[in-house]
Protein backbone atom coordinates (compact mmCIF):
# COMPACT_ATOMS: atom_id res chain seq x y z
CA UNK A 1 0.00 0.00 0.00
CA UNK A 2 1.36 3.63 -0.88
CA UNK A 3 1.41 6.08 1.97
CA UNK A 4 -0.83 9.24 1.77
CA UNK A 5 1.30 12.52 1.62
CA UNK A 6 -1.42 14.74 3.76
CA UNK A 7 0.60 17.77 3.40
CA UNK A 8 0.41 21.25 1.61
CA UNK A 9 1.08 21.21 -1.85
CA UNK A 10 4.54 22.73 -2.47
CA UNK A 11 5.13 26.44 -3.64
CA UNK A 12 5.60 25.81 -6.80
CA UNK A 13 2.14 23.83 -7.23
CA UNK A 14 0.55 27.26 -5.51
CA UNK A 15 1.89 29.24 -8.09
CA UNK A 16 0.53 26.56 -10.93
CA UNK A 17 -2.58 26.87 -8.93
CA UNK A 18 -3.14 30.55 -9.67
CA UNK A 19 -1.97 29.81 -13.15
CA UNK A 20 -4.55 27.13 -13.93
CA UNK A 21 -7.28 29.02 -12.16
CA UNK A 22 -6.36 32.26 -14.31
CA UNK A 23 -6.10 30.09 -17.55
CA UNK A 24 -9.17 28.23 -16.63
CA UNK A 25 -11.33 31.27 -15.28
CA UNK A 26 -11.64 32.67 -19.34
CA UNK A 27 -12.20 29.13 -21.29
CA UNK A 28 -15.26 27.62 -22.27
CA UNK A 29 -15.80 24.22 -21.09
CA UNK A 30 -14.24 21.09 -22.57
CA UNK A 31 -11.25 23.61 -23.70
CA UNK A 32 -7.78 22.17 -23.84
CA UNK A 33 -5.39 24.48 -22.37
CA UNK A 34 -1.33 24.57 -22.79
CA UNK A 35 -1.02 22.24 -20.36
CA UNK A 36 -4.56 20.80 -19.13
CA UNK A 37 -8.41 21.17 -20.04
CA UNK A 38 -11.15 22.29 -18.65
CA UNK A 39 -14.31 20.18 -18.23
CA UNK A 40 -17.79 20.21 -17.62
CA UNK A 41 -18.47 18.63 -14.58
CA UNK A 42 -20.44 15.66 -15.79
CA UNK A 43 -19.64 11.89 -16.65
CA UNK A 44 -19.54 12.46 -20.07
CA UNK A 45 -16.29 14.01 -19.84
CA UNK A 46 -14.57 11.50 -17.87
CA UNK A 47 -12.81 9.66 -20.90
CA UNK A 48 -11.03 13.40 -21.46
CA UNK A 49 -9.29 13.13 -18.08
CA UNK A 50 -8.79 9.25 -18.48
CA UNK A 51 -6.77 10.13 -22.09
CA UNK A 52 -4.95 13.33 -20.24
CA UNK A 53 -3.58 10.89 -17.72
CA UNK A 54 -2.55 8.62 -20.02
CA UNK A 55 -0.44 11.10 -22.34
CA UNK A 56 1.15 12.52 -19.08
CA UNK A 57 2.14 8.95 -18.34
CA UNK A 58 3.42 8.59 -21.13
CA UNK A 59 5.68 11.57 -21.35
CA UNK A 60 6.38 10.74 -17.92
CA UNK A 61 7.70 6.84 -18.95
CA UNK A 62 5.99 5.64 -15.91
CA UNK A 63 5.29 2.05 -16.09
CA UNK A 64 2.35 0.55 -17.02
CA UNK A 65 1.10 -0.47 -13.65
CA UNK A 66 2.13 3.58 -12.52
CA UNK A 67 0.53 4.45 -15.28
CA UNK A 68 -2.71 2.56 -13.97
CA UNK A 69 -2.44 3.48 -10.19
CA UNK A 70 -2.66 7.16 -11.63
CA UNK A 71 -5.43 7.17 -14.48
CA UNK A 72 -7.03 4.53 -10.98
CA UNK A 73 -6.65 7.54 -8.63
CA UNK A 74 -7.89 10.37 -11.32
CA UNK A 75 -10.88 8.86 -12.64
CA UNK A 76 -12.10 8.40 -8.83
CA UNK A 77 -11.19 11.73 -7.62
CA UNK A 78 -13.36 12.87 -11.09
CA UNK A 79 -16.15 10.75 -10.73
CA UNK A 80 -16.11 12.04 -7.05
CA UNK A 81 -16.61 15.72 -7.86
CA UNK A 82 -18.91 15.24 -10.38
CA UNK A 83 -21.38 12.90 -8.36
CA UNK A 84 -20.61 14.03 -4.72
CA UNK A 85 -19.21 17.77 -5.09
CA UNK A 86 -21.83 18.93 -7.79
CA UNK A 87 -24.35 16.93 -6.99
CA UNK A 88 -25.95 17.01 -10.38
CA UNK A 89 -25.55 20.98 -10.69
CA UNK A 90 -23.66 22.31 -13.35
CA UNK A 91 -20.11 23.12 -13.06
CA UNK A 92 -16.71 22.82 -14.32
CA UNK A 93 -13.50 20.99 -13.46
CA UNK A 94 -9.93 22.43 -13.82
CA UNK A 95 -7.08 19.33 -14.59
CA UNK A 96 -3.86 20.24 -15.23
CA UNK A 97 -0.67 18.07 -14.87
CA UNK A 98 2.87 17.68 -14.76
CA UNK A 99 6.09 15.67 -15.38
CA UNK A 100 8.81 16.30 -13.02
CA UNK A 101 12.65 14.44 -12.10
CA UNK A 102 11.12 13.08 -9.44
CA UNK A 103 7.54 12.62 -10.30
CA UNK A 104 4.19 13.01 -12.55
CA UNK A 105 1.33 15.06 -10.73
CA UNK A 106 -2.17 15.67 -12.04
CA UNK A 107 -4.14 18.58 -10.43
CA UNK A 108 -8.11 19.05 -9.92
CA UNK A 109 -9.77 22.48 -9.45
CA UNK A 110 -13.36 22.22 -8.72
CA UNK A 111 -15.77 25.08 -7.20
CA UNK A 112 -17.82 22.41 -5.95
CA UNK A 113 -18.36 22.60 -1.74
CA UNK A 114 -14.73 22.40 0.09
CA UNK A 115 -14.07 18.28 0.63
CA UNK A 116 -11.02 17.12 1.46
CA UNK A 117 -11.36 13.47 0.45
CA UNK A 118 -9.17 12.41 2.96
CA UNK A 119 -11.92 13.35 5.82
CA UNK A 120 -13.05 9.74 7.50
CA UNK A 121 -10.95 7.68 5.14
CA UNK A 122 -10.61 4.40 6.61
CA UNK A 123 -9.41 0.76 5.52
CA UNK A 124 -12.93 -1.27 4.34
CA UNK A 125 -13.53 -4.04 7.26
CA UNK A 126 -12.36 -7.16 5.33
CA UNK A 127 -14.18 -9.31 8.09
CA UNK A 128 -17.74 -7.92 7.05
CA UNK A 129 -19.73 -9.48 4.35
CA UNK A 130 -20.05 -7.09 1.87
CA UNK A 131 -23.53 -6.95 1.77
CA UNK A 132 -23.34 -5.27 4.87
CA UNK A 133 -20.73 -3.07 4.47
CA UNK A 134 -21.61 0.41 4.34
CA UNK A 135 -21.54 2.06 0.85
CA UNK A 136 -19.33 4.78 -0.20
CA UNK A 137 -15.83 5.60 0.71
CA UNK A 138 -13.80 2.76 -1.05
CA UNK A 139 -13.05 4.29 -4.05
CA UNK A 140 -11.59 7.09 -2.41
CA UNK A 141 -9.78 4.70 -0.18
CA UNK A 142 -8.81 2.91 -3.18
CA UNK A 143 -7.68 5.99 -5.39
CA UNK A 144 -5.35 7.72 -2.54
CA UNK A 145 -3.72 4.66 -1.62
CA UNK A 146 -2.80 3.80 -5.21
CA UNK A 147 -0.63 7.14 -5.38
CA UNK A 148 2.40 8.12 -3.80
CA UNK A 149 1.09 11.23 -2.63
CA UNK A 150 -2.15 13.06 -2.42
CA UNK A 151 -2.29 17.19 -1.10
CA UNK A 152 -5.58 18.80 -0.68
CA UNK A 153 -5.96 22.56 -0.05
CA UNK A 154 -8.95 24.82 0.04
CA UNK A 155 -7.82 27.94 -2.47
CA UNK A 156 -9.73 30.95 -2.45
CA UNK A 157 -12.82 28.76 -2.18
CA UNK A 158 -11.60 26.17 -4.92
CA UNK A 159 -11.14 22.31 -3.74
CA UNK A 160 -7.83 21.51 -5.08
CA UNK A 161 -6.42 18.06 -4.99
CA UNK A 162 -2.72 16.86 -6.58
CA UNK A 163 -1.84 13.30 -7.23
CA UNK A 164 1.36 12.57 -7.56
CA UNK A 165 3.06 8.60 -9.01
CA UNK A 166 7.15 9.19 -8.03
CA UNK A 167 9.21 7.93 -11.22
CA UNK A 168 11.04 4.79 -10.61
CA UNK A 169 13.06 2.52 -13.52
CA UNK A 170 10.74 -0.42 -11.61
CA UNK A 171 7.17 0.88 -11.38
Given at each position: MMAIDSGAASAEHTAGQERCKARCAGQPLAAKAASGLRIP?????????????LELGRQGRLSDSQTYRL???????????????YRGASGGICVDGGVEADRVWVRFHDDAPAFDP??????????????????????????????????YELVAGRNVSILAIHRSEHG
Open positions: ADLDSLDLVARFVRLAADELATNIVMHGRTGMKAPDLEVPLGERSVGGLGVFLALTAVDSFD
